[in-house]
């Protein structure tokens, strides 16, 4: 594995036992689930203009804009990290709230199995 950094991201509580959730049904990390949701998002995440992602602002609303939020350390590899803090810069959001929209953009997707070949 390359470098990794540990970063402190702030979710809606509901959202972070979503993640804990995933994870441990993959038997793998909070940190995979992120890295896999900003995978799945970061093309829908690039065309963004500063603007609202509307599908994730949809998402987020319905889902955990009432949750509490807590702070949560991951480690992320640098690379990932790099990519989230350009995008989060670009779009002046802060970090948590990029890691935040791109878990509701993915949500549907993560969790499901890409193939049976897949996984450890």
């Known amino acids: ?9 702030w979710y809606p509580s509901s959202m972070l036992e979503e993640m804990h959730a995933l994870a441990g049904s993959q038997k793998k990390t909070t940190a995979w689930v992120v890295e896999q949701a ?5 093309a829908e995440i690039a065309k963004l203009d500063g ?3 509307w599908r994730a602002e949809k998402v987020f609303e319905q889902r955990y804009a009432d949750a509490d939020k807590v702070k949560h350390v991951l ?3 640098v690379t990932t990290m790099d990519e989230i803090k350009s995008e989060a810069a670009r779009l002046d959001r802060s970090m948590s709230w990029l890691v935040a929209r791109c878990f509701c953009i993915a949500h549907e997707t993560l969790g499901q199995p890409k193939s049976a070949t897949t996984g450890a």
């Open 1 to 9: 594995m390359g470098k990794t950094l540990d970063q402190a991201l």
């Open 38 to 42: 900003w995978g799945a998002a970061r």
């Open 51 to 53: 603007h609202k992602p």
């Open 75 to 77: 480690t992320l590899s």
